[in-house]
């Protein structure tokens, strides 16, 4: 599989003062990868063969592992990503959920799908039952240390579901990648679980060779579109192809309608201002498009000047790293210098050398669609662009024309009649180019529950119809395997005992 690499050295930064964090770690050799992958074979079967109720409780025992070391694993974490104690103690407590949730799925047992039919004159008996894919590579996402990382909601699922996994870590926060990886294989091992099991890998040219290794079945990632779409490529290129569930980031757009604006004006802009820099704007669920009716003609006259006030009143952070933050400066720029935008506001700038300022601009829907798809593309970070609408009947086209997104949102005011019939037509729309409509609410926060769909169109998702949260992601790593005229003593526990 080509040539062995030379060693080298993966350092992390404190975004606070862009110094290197802790001891660097060292990349995986090709040798190394190869290992890993071709060592899943053995575990594939035996974590399988467990079944789901002692998969369950190995899910549950590493929960356990990690809640255990929180202020270990919080003290490490801040150091690379600088996005504090408290964040970073939620987060932890959140993917330890997201373990304990789908152990709860594996123990109710309908993810399986099992079905029987037949057998009947002219009719073969049938049984079908959901089968694990596979070895599972996880490509770790740099602003979710933990809840889309090592022990994430990509190995959690690929796990419940009786796979392998191999984590690709990340650059930015290799040390925290280490220590969770050292905790999941210490709780798996102690629980029972077979070895080889569970493994990580760190470098760039390692993610790249673990995604060619034949062994593995399928990957999960999530990032930026361009990172998304090259390994897509590899995935649909290997000479046995494999199923890639990237997000690919989102600009989730929210809509004011005329009767929300014009009662709602400071809530909203508060609320806007609030999700638009949380987390430094570093999140996919970020509101990037903010379209509210134009104030020289419709109800609402006071959303602009309170959203700008609301915006003003922010204070920036530090980012993730210094090529986030020197691409969010980049897009920001690129945005300002737009000869159809404006800037609305500017918040407080934050301190260190990578600090982002949030930022506002304001444009008209004409000059948005005249400037499309440039205009609508994803600035990772606190910046938002709000677009003047004259109309719902100007605005529709315009926002189904805008390609998938994660999160679409409608504000209304359910007391208005003619709000509430603009309010079916945009949801209308966003159901067909979204993956999750809030209804007066906004799109950062995704709740770990059985009802979440957290996908979406492409290019939001390469595969719009799985989510990446809550107990559905386990269907990314199964596939429906049917069993036709079998004697029961030959088919798998879930399948014997259904009735056709």
């Not at 159901?431 to 957290?454: E, K």
């Amino acid at each position: 599989m080509g040539a062995e690499r030379a060693t080298a050295m993966i350092q992390g930064y404190d975004p606070r003062t862009g110094e290197p964090a802790g001891e660097p770690v060292a990349e995986t050799t090709d040798e190394e990868v190869d290992a890993v992958a071709s060592a899943t074979a053995l575990p594939f079967g035996i974590w399988e063969g467990l079944g789901p109720a002692a998969r369950a409780g190995v899910l549950d025992a590493v929960a356990g592992a990690l809640d255990a070391r929180t202020d270990d694993l919080v003290a490490v974490a801040d150091t690379e990503t600088a996005l504090g104690s408290g964040r970073l103690s939620g987060e932890v407590a959140r993917t330890t959920g997201q373990l304990r949730h789908l152990a709860g799925a594996l123990r109710d047992g309908g993810y399986l799908d099992a079905v029987a039919s037949g057998p009947s004159e002219g009719v073969p008996g049938l049984r079908r039952i959901n089968r694990p894919v596979g070895p599972v590579a996880v490509f770790a996402a740099s602003n979710f240390p933990f809840a889309f990382s090592v022990a994430g909601g990509d190995t959690a699922s690929a796990l419940a579901a009786g796979c392998p996994v191999i984590v690709k870590a990340h650059e930015n926060h290799p040390r925290t990648a280490e220590l969770t990886a050292r905790i999941v294989a210490g709780a798996l091992a102690g629980a029972g679980a077979p070895g080889g099991l569970f493994a990580i890998v760190h470098g760039v040219d390692a993610g790249i060779r673990l995604l060619n290794h034949p062994a593995i079945a399928a990957a999960g990632f999530t990032g930026s579109r361009r990172g998304g779409f090259a390994l897509a490529r590899i995935c649909a290129g290997r000479p046995v192809p494999i199923p890639f569930f990237g997000e690919l980031g989102s600009v989730n757009p929210v809509v004011v309608l005329p009767g929300a604006a014009d009662r709602d004006a400071e809530a909203i802009a508060a609320g806007y201002a609030a999700s638009l820099t949380l987390g430094a704007g570093q999140f996919c669920t970020n509101p990037g498009l903010l379209f509210v009716p134009d104030d020289a003609r419709l109800p609402g006259a006071g959303l602009l000047s309170a959203i700008a006030a609301a915006v003003d009143a922010t204070s920036g952070g530090p980012m993730l790293s210094e090529r986030i933050h020197h691409g969010f400066e980049a897009a920001a720029g690129e945005l300002e210098a737009h000869p159809a935008v404006a800037l609305l506001a500017t918040g407080k700038p934050g301190d260190g050398p990578w600090a982002g300022t949030p930022q506002a601009f304001r444009t008209s829907l004409d000059e948005f669609a005249a400037g499309l798809p440039g205009l609508a593309d994803e600035r990772f970070g606190p910046a938002g662009l709000v677009i003047a609408y004259p109309s719902v009947d100007d605005l529709l086209p315009v926002l189904a024309g805008l390609g998938g997104n994660l999160v679409g949102t409608v504000h209304v005011d359910t007391g208005s009649p003619a709000d509430v019939a603009a309010a079916r037509r945009v949801t209308a729309v966003l159901a067909r180019t979204t993956g999750r409509v809030v209804c007066n609410g906004w799109p950062t926060g995704v709740a770990v529950t059985l009802a979440q769909h957290h996908g979406g169109p492409w290019p939001a998702t390469t595969a719009p119809a799985y989510t990446s949260v809550g107990a559905a992601a386990i269907r990314r790593w199964l596939i429906p395997v049917a069993y036709q005229d079998f004697p029961p003593d030959l088919l798998p526990d879930a399948l014997r005992n259904i009735s056709p």
